[in-house]
């Protein structure tokens, strides 16, 4: 488990060559019958400067998966900087076939690099400070991969168990699944680390060629088809 603990805090800051970080150059049904808030078209994901809007103080988010779906109640007072990030993240559409690429039964499901390059290659450097930690890394809670300091950018990680010794490493949880749990537990574990350490995916491969590099050789990583705000 050292190795996985490891892997998260680097992942996360070397944008996607490490396992829970990002990365630096180199889970009762829910409640499907509520209209999700409109989610813009035509988002410019290219330009993340533009998608700074300040978050609710609550606010739920529905990621419907290749398993069923999660719903997350999120709560800014947990930490602002990343509860922002994910609100704009989900409003203007990112979280569309992404995949599940390193899940870790008995860890976490970690999760937010594109399926596309181009964008992976702008995000990366799309870096917001971090919060300190208020919320601990319970099972269920969602929390952003960091690499360092200030590193934090769209990779994100749900605690498939309560992962309290995160919280002295500066991972700082912002909110959690309230439906779904069961379907959490259910995405596909079959690859588990990523390597080099591992036989799962490569997160700098994942960065540089995106989905056609996983839908290839992980045939059976679980995904997020669609991801929206309820109101």
Do not use: C
């Amino acid at each position: 488990m050292k190795k996985s603990f490891l892997a998260l805090f680097l992942g996360a800051g070397l944008g996607a060559l490490s396992t829970f970080a990002q990365d630096k150059p180199a889970a009762p049904p829910p409640a499907a019958k509520e209209a999700p808030a409109a989610a813009p078209a035509t988002a410019d994901l290219t330009n993340p400067s533009k998608l700074t809007e300040t978050a609710p103080e609550s606010y739920k988010v529905r990621f419907d998966t290749t398993k069923g779906a999660i719903v997350l109640e999120i709560t800014r007072a947990n930490a602002p900087q990343g509860a922002d990030r994910f609100f704009n993240l989900v409003k203007a559409g990112y979280f569309t076939d992404i995949a599940f690429f390193r899940v870790i039964p008995g860890f976490m499901a970690q999760f937010g690099i594109h399926g596309d390059p181009k964008l992976n290659a702008i995000w990366r450097n799309a870096r917001i400070t971090d919060d300190p930690v208020k919320s601990s890394n319970a099972r269920g809670a969602i929390t952003f991969a960091t690499s360092g300091p200030n590193s934090r950018t769209t990779q994100l990680f749900i605690n498939l168990v309560d992962n309290a010794r995160l919280d002295g490493m500066g991972f700082a949880s912002f909110g959690k699944v309230v439906e779904g749990l069961d379907v959490l537990d259910k995405l596909n574990g079959e690859y588990g680390e990523g390597a080099p350490s591992g036989n799962g995916p490569f997160q700098g491969k994942v960065q540089t060629e995106g989905n056609a590099y996983l839908k290839k050789d992980f045939p059976n990583l679980d995904y997020i088809k669609s991801a929206t705000v309820l109101p």
